[in-house]
């Protein structure tokens, strides 16, 4: 597990502040990556595939959830334990949690699933949690291989328990079971915040299938975090000195505040294919800062900690301490990979709130959030960096051609849960899932 913190800073006066004081605002980004494994020190994989089968799923839904599955079974290995589930207002075990070797058939029994009755997501979620908790036994690994259900689902829960609350609950339940959810919503109908809040609990990953050709994409991204897994329960705890405050957190990873100056954020498993970032602005009041360079104290401490898998296989606790040096002495006022990072940050906040806006019925409002957001991303001090210029140019046509559908008139609930799902992926540090997701304009 390897960390690289990159520091920059701004002065600001009295109005730009969040106290009404003039100060100094600090940005840090820290970006953590996973060292990749030898395929003879992975531990086994237990995954329960657990798929709504439910009417709506009928036809391309359907289709496009059983051959995402056949093909990431294909990739499993023989001692990786598996099971699936079909769920619509009956839950049917498909296939019992067994090593991939002893389920010749299993491929052909996913092909079968078909489609009827309502959704009773809970009842299938709690039969992949039973399945995870029985194939601890049969994977061998118990104290490092890595247990998830992977719910694939097009609608709201409508059987079964359907409070939100009570189905987030039994996501972080079986996390500290050390049983991780991750989501996969399909088309419109689905309820994209209750799937992200449970992935968000599970310890596991949000992803959205807007078109049947994606399918396959989205679980081999997922498989393959899984088959990187560098890292387990990484978690950044950021404390403060008493004199200086958040000024806004750009990431959008849960996060706990146990005081007034301490921020625990939980990243999650940490992937060899994919490394997390962590992006922060500090507020340091002016009158403070010469005092605090003075004394030598670190305007804060970044703690990573992880269960870290070693080359040989086996899991050992690490911390790491990143403190930010008070004095501005040697730190650069702009770095332009933090540059970047923060305007990617702020494209996603501005992606959010046209989604609400349309929601609501104000289209009006949603095509003023796209246009000025891609403005300032054609704006931006790094727009004409070569090493930014392609993603810049891809984000603003991107942007337009979403302003343009609100003007028109044109957009639907997929526009809202797309705009949703590229915001969660920036601010999770997953941009290579933009190119599943990417649309073509429909004058291209």
Excluded at 9 to 31: C, E, Y
């Amino acid at each position: 597990m390897n960390a690289a913190l990159q520091v920059d800073h701004h002065a600001v006066d009295a109005g730009q502040s969040p106290n009404a004081q003039s100060g100094t605002i600090v940005r840090a980004l820290v970006t953590i990556s996973g060292t990749a494994l030898s395929s003879e020190a992975r531990a086994p994989l237990s995954l329960s595939f657990v798929i709504d089968r439910s009417g709506s799923m009928s036809g391309p839904r359907l289709d496009a959830a059983r051959v995402a599955v056949a093909h990431a079974l294909e990739r499993l290995h023989p001692d990786d334990v598996v099971s699936v589930v079909a769920f619509d207002d009956v839950v049917e075990t498909v296939a019992a949690p067994d090593r991939r070797a002893r389920q010749p058939l299993l491929v052909t029994q996913v092909q079968n699933i078909d489609a009827r009755g309502c959704t009773n997501l809970s009842g299938g979620w709690l039969r992949g949690r039973e399945h995870m908790q029985y194939a601890q036994g049969v994977s061998g690994a118990a104290d490092r291989a890595s247990r998830r259900i992977l719910l694939v689902t097009d609608g709201h829960a409508n059987q079964g328990i359907t409070d939100p609350a009570t189905l987030i609950e039994l996501a972080r339940t079986a996390r500290n079971m050390g049983i991780t959810t991750s989501t996969i919503g399909i088309g419109e109908g689905y309820d994209d915040a209750l799937l992200r809040s449970m992935a968000d609990a599970g310890g596991g990953n949000a992803w959205y299938i807007e078109r049947p050709d994606q399918s396959k994409d989205v679980l081999g991204e997922e498989l393959g975090n899984l088959l990187s897994v560098a890292a387990q329960g990484l978690t950044v705890t950021l404390t403060l000195h008493e004199a200086v405050s958040v000024f806004m957190t750009h990431s959008d990873w849960p996060v706990a505040t146990p005081s007034a100056h301490t921020y625990c954020f939980d990243l999650g498993d940490l992937y060899a294919a994919e490394p997390k970032p962590l992006l922060v602005e500090l507020f340091v009041p002016a009158h403070r800062l010469e005092e605090l360079a003075a004394a030598a104290h670190p305007l804060a401490t970044m703690t990573i900690s992880a269960d870290v898998v070693t080359a040989a296989g086996s899991v050992e606790h690490r911390v790491m301490h990143l403190p930010m040096a008070s004095t501005m002495e040697g730190q650069q006022s702009l770095v332009p990979d933090i540059e970047h990072a923060v305007l990617l940050a702020n494209t996603a906040k501005a992606r959010e709130h046209a989604a609400r806006l349309q929601r609501e019925g104000n289209a009006a409002a949603a095509e003023m959030v796209m246009r000025e957001a891609r403005n300032s991303v054609l704006e931006s001090a790094v727009a004409s960096d070569i090493k930014y210029s392609h993603r810049i140019n891809y984000e603003a046509d991107d942007l337009a051609q979403l302003a343009d559908q609100y003007q028109q008139g044109t957009y639907t609930e997929l526009d809202a849960k797309y705009q949703m799902q590229r915001s969660y992926n920036a601010r999770r540090g997953k941009a290579q899932y933009n190119e599943s997701l990417r649309r073509k304009r429909p004058d291209a």
